[in-house]
């Protein structure tokens, strides 16, 4: 069974900085790509961000330049360094494959609020 565990969520004001972890367990985590997604009340789910098992990356690009998203296969988890978080970007976020093929799992949430 594929577990996968966000953290590092928070309140934090605009403009400041969070850093989010996805460990992921039951799967083999190194021949994925993975990718980060959110979903704000009453909106759809959306990919945020992703990458794959060579390092490329693709951002949703209202979040280029602010996030960075990067993995580390040793511990089988994922990161998105969030910066310069804007109101709009409050949302649940979620790692899974790009195509959210695993179970989701209870998500982190992040509130930018002043």
């Known amino acids: 069974q594929v577990n996968l565990v966000e953290s590092g969520g928070g309140l934090v004001q605009p403009g400041g900085s969070l850093r989010l972890s996805c460990a992921a367990s039951g799967m083999i985590f190194s021949i994925y790509t993975m990718a980060w997604h959110r979903q704000a009340p009453g909106k759809q789910r959306e990919l945020v961000a992703e990458?794959?098992?060579?390092?490329?990356?693709t951002y949703l690009d209202s979040v280029k330049d602010r996030f960075t998203i990067s993995r580390d296969n040793a511990k089988a988890t994922v990161y998105l360094r969030m910066n310069n978080l804007k109101p709009e970007d409050t949302a649940v976020y979620y790692c899974?494959?790009?195509?959210?093929?695993?179970?989701w799992g209870q998500g982190t949430q992040v509130t930018v609020s002043s």
């Open positions: 899974n494959t790009p195509s959210g093929y695993y179970n």
């Open positions: 990458i794959t098992t060579g390092g490329r990356i």
